[in-house]
């Protein structure tokens, strides 16, 4: 996540004549580079998990009894084909949603939270250009310790 927020910083940096974020037209841009960044294959994966969702919790099952292991992971990991688990996976939300977090074998938790990130990434830097980098960090980071 580090390596992540620092190589979008030094992009903005090296993009901010070319893209200034004060226009919305680049934080249109910086979105859907994001988002077609993530989503297409992450939607590939996110349909096979939920059509072999079975099969695997079958597998695990199986694993698990001849290791005589307690199941580790609740069988609605692998079977919730819901609609509402399929929207807040698409829409990388089910982070942001307890009930949704753990409803597919993926480990995706790290995805919901980058596309978080991006959603409020132009918005930082606009409050970093107008406070400066020092009282900006010191900003979020108390915001994020009153969080």
Known sequence: MMLSGFLMVFHYQLRAKEEPWSEPGTWIKFWARRFFRIAPLYYILLTLAFAL???????????????????????????????????????????LLPAYSVRTPLPDWSLGLEMQFYAVFPALMLLTKKLGWFRAAIFIALTAAVI
Do not use: C, K, M
């Open 53 to 95: 969702g079975p099969a695997i919790l079958a597998w695990r099952t199986v694993i698990d009894h001849v290791l005589h292991l307690a199941p580790q992971v609740p069988p609605e990991t692998y079977i919730d084909v819901s609609l509402a688990n399929i929207a807040a996976h698409l829409s990388f939300l089910f982070g």
